[in-house]
């Protein structure tokens, strides 16, 4: 597992009540596996997370280094409880880890920053999707955000 993952996957477990948090989309052969990887037993509901790596770019700074543009994607599920508001809870909790990863741009020092080094890019945490999913046979609120990372790197002779 990279250091960045690792960090990534850190910043999401210090949240509070963020649920169940894995570096990976865990998957079940059946609904009641996949059901138990995102059960959060402290909420006795569905509330999970999971990072993935979706793209990496390299462009050229000058030989034998170069910088490392890394597309993240984190998936959050939370059961969908209409008397508890849960969708503002999760709305809450979206708010939450954009606001811990803003506490440490860098990720413990694994990147560069968050972000491209371009200063008109998107900055931190961005929201792509957000509404209802049937999830291990649950109907859950779903998160879809989007994270883009830096850092430097030198080519291995």
């Known amino acids: 597992m990279t250091a960045e993952r690792s960090a990534l996957v850190a910043t999401l477990q210090a949240v509070p009540d963020i649920g169940v948090v894995h570096a990976y989309e865990r998957t079940g052969a059946d609904l009641?596996?996949?059901?138990?990887?995102y059960y959060s037993a402290a909420h006795q509901q569905i509330r999970g997370w999971f990072v993935r790596r979706v793209r990496?770019?390299?462009?050229?700074?000058?030989?034998?280094?170069?910088?490392e543009v890394v597309e993240w994607q984190i998936r959050g599920f939370m059961g969908i409880d209409d008397s508890a508001q849960s969708e503002i809870v999760m709305d809450e909790l979206i708010e939450a880890v954009r606001d811990q990863l803003r506490?440490?741009?860098?990720?413990?020092?694994?990147?560069m920053k968050v972000g491209l080094l371009d200063a008109r890019s998107d900055r931190g945490l961005q929201l792509e999707d957000?509404?209802?999913?049937?999830?291990?046979?649950?109907?859950?609120?779903?998160?879809?955000?989007?994270l883009t990372t830096t850092k430097e790197r030198t080519q291995i002779a």
Request: glycine residues 16%; aromatic residues 10%.
């Open 32 to 37: 009641a596996t996949m059901k138990q990887h």
């Open 103 to 111: 506490l440490d741009s860098k990720l413990g020092g694994t990147v």
């Open 56 to 67: 990496i770019r390299e462009t050229g700074i000058l030989s034998p280094r170069y910088l």
């Open 130 to 146: 957000f509404g209802p999913y049937m999830f291990g046979g649950v109907l859950c609120h779903g998160a879809k955000l989007s």
